[in-house]
């Protein structure tokens, strides 16, 4: 996948590598070049359309790395990728701007995947825009130690859904041309709301833009299963498959290989 000429509207996965020490799912760390090269060669034999690196675990209750711990993570990160691995598109899960300065001005164009939708730092809508960045605008609310008490909506569907309507205007009002949306599962939700933005998840193809979805082995399938996020593959899976035929474009996944399968399902299950 090329990130200028991508067609967003087909299924693509999006594989998770994480080089912080507290990501909630221990698998996703490569705290090692080793580490990293090794995760991102098997992501790429099992058909990964783009890589998203992480440098700032923004799990419920971690604490928020500070900038400057953030840049060290990212940036030898980075350096090994484009050296082992050129040609894969890379996005950056990041929510401040100056982190995505410095990373364009030392390895070029990448996508910038903001849990924020620029809410945590004012300055990115306006620089993507110039930078003419693909950008995944995600909702949230509050920081990672007040968000689970963050849960109170009207209709979670149509809160949610209202919110990524207003950043779509404002998104390309600033001139980003490219904009992926992602209701944010886990992020100020309950159990019981992620799962009612799942069942209606085809409401938010209404908007236009291609539709991210973020559910491997978080909370919202280890809790009500009473079990660890290692034990959640199948549970993924099962509702990767959901999402996929709810209009689901963009998986965010651990386990690439699985969610490659769960696209080939779901084309037959649409009788595409």
């Avoid at 998770?16 to 090692?32: E, K």
């Avoid at 959640?232 to 290989?257: M, N, P, W």
């Amino acid at each position: 996948m090329n990130i200028a000429t991508a067609d967003w509207r087909l299924p693509l996965v999006m594989g998770i590598v994480n080089v912080t020490p507290d990501s909630f799912y221990a698998a996703s760390r490569c705290l090692s070049e080793s580490a990293l090269v090794e995760r991102i060669a098997e992501m790429v034999a099992d058909g990964i359309d783009w890589l998203d690196l992480g440098g700032c675990s923004t799990r419920p209750g971690s604490e928020t790395a500070t900038e400057d711990e953030e840049w060290q993570r990212l940036e030898p990160a980075m350096r090994i990728i484009r050296r082992h691995f050129p040609r894969l598109p890379v996005s950056v899960d990041t929510f401040r701007s100056g982190i995505v300065r410095r990373l364009y001005d030392a390895y070029g164009a990448f996508i910038v995947n903001d849990i924020s939708a620029g809410d945590d730092d004012h300055a990115m809508i306006a620089l993507v825009g110039r930078l003419q960045l693909p950008y995944i605008a995600m909702h949230k609310r509050g920081t990672p130690q007040t968000m689970q008490q963050l849960t109170n909506y009207d209709d979670v569907v149509a809160d949610v859904k209202a919110y990524l309507q207003r950043k779509l205007a404002e998104l390309h009002d600033a001139g980003v041309g490219t904009v992926i949306i992602d209701p944010g599962f886990g992020f100020a939700k309950t159990v019981a709301q992620n799962y009612t933005l799942l069942r209606r998840l085809h409401e938010f193809t209404t908007l236009g833009a291609p539709l991210l979805i973020g559910i491997s082995r978080k909370g919202m399938l280890w809790q009500p299963l009473c079990c660890r996020p290692a034990d959640t593959l199948c549970a993924t899976s099962a509702l990767h498959l959901q999402a996929l035929l709810h209009g689901a474009g963009i998986v965010r996944v651990h386990d690439v290989k699985e969610a490659r399968q769960m696209i080939t399902l779901a084309a037959l299950l649409r009788d595409e």
